[in-house]
């Protein structure tokens, strides 16, 4: 089966320092979106992207996170200046048509900041 | 807002027991209901879903009935496998291709 492609699988960083987070979704996919999962919480919606543009965000996407598709293949969430409580495993996701329902998840990057 | 509510884990069970992972949600109209998996090291995937009242999903042994009238999606497994140690989350879309709301997530552990 196809997969979701996420890199790197662990990140730490320095609190006020910028990150990128990057994902290859699967070729034929056209609806991408971010969640994450603080430690020992639910498994939260970031941002969904559809035509190079973002269709939805949550409150938690405030102006410090951005996600972007610079070359059709990677869908890239970069948090700005990141605080101690953006720690948390982040999850991408794609999916093809509206109509199926089936969301594709990658394995997650686990990003600690410190 | 929409929320799921999911029992809480660890559940260890032995091999060729019988689980049941309790979920109820809040929501309003009605949403599509899905039961998430992760294995060790890998992603979440898509086990079951159903999209309208008293549907039955269904996938590798496990099932789940929507009940709208107990906003219930109870996940059932007559006889687990050292292979479903996972954890698995219940959740909701309230339209095709719309965000997913998720529950907490339950750690299955089966021991052999």
């Known amino acids: 089966e196809p997969e979701v492609t996420q890199t790197p699988s662990h990140q730490v960083t320095q609190m006020g320092q910028e990150v990128i987070l990057r994902c290859v979704p699967i070729?034929?996919?056209?609806?991408f979106y971010w969640y994450r999962q603080i430690l020992g919480q639910k498994v939260e919606f970031l941002v969904s992207?559809?035509?190079?543009?973002?269709?939805?965000k949550s409150e938690i996407f405030d102006d410090q996170f951005s996600v972007e598709r610079p070359d059709g293949s990677n869908f890239t969430l970069k948090i700005r200046s990141t605080k101690l409580e953006d720690s948390a495993m982040y999850f991408c996701a794609s999916r093809t048509a509206m109509t199926n329902e089936k969301l594709f998840f990658g394995s997650g990057t686990q990003l600690s900041v410190l | 807002g929409d929320s799921v509510t999911q029992m809480e884990g660890p559940v260890t069970l032995s091999e060729e027991a019988f689980l049941t992972i309790n979920c109820t949600y809040t929501a309003t109209g009605y949403p599509s209901l899905f039961w998430y998996v992760q294995y060790p090291g890998e992603g979440l995937q898509l086990l079951l879903k159903?999209?309208?009242?008293?549907d039955k999903g269904s996938n590798k042994g496990f099932e789940a009935t929507y009940r709208k009238e107990t906003t219930s999606f109870h996940l059932e497994k007559g006889s687990v496998q050292v292979s479903d140690s996972a954890v698995y989350f219940c959740a909701l879309s309230q339209a095709a291709g719309n965000k997913l709301t998720f529950g907490g997530g339950t750690r299955v552990l089966v021991k052999p």
């Open positions: 992207f559809y035509n190079n543009e973002i269709s939805e």
């Open positions: 070729s034929n996919h056209l609806y």
């Open positions: 159903a999209t309208k009242a008293d």
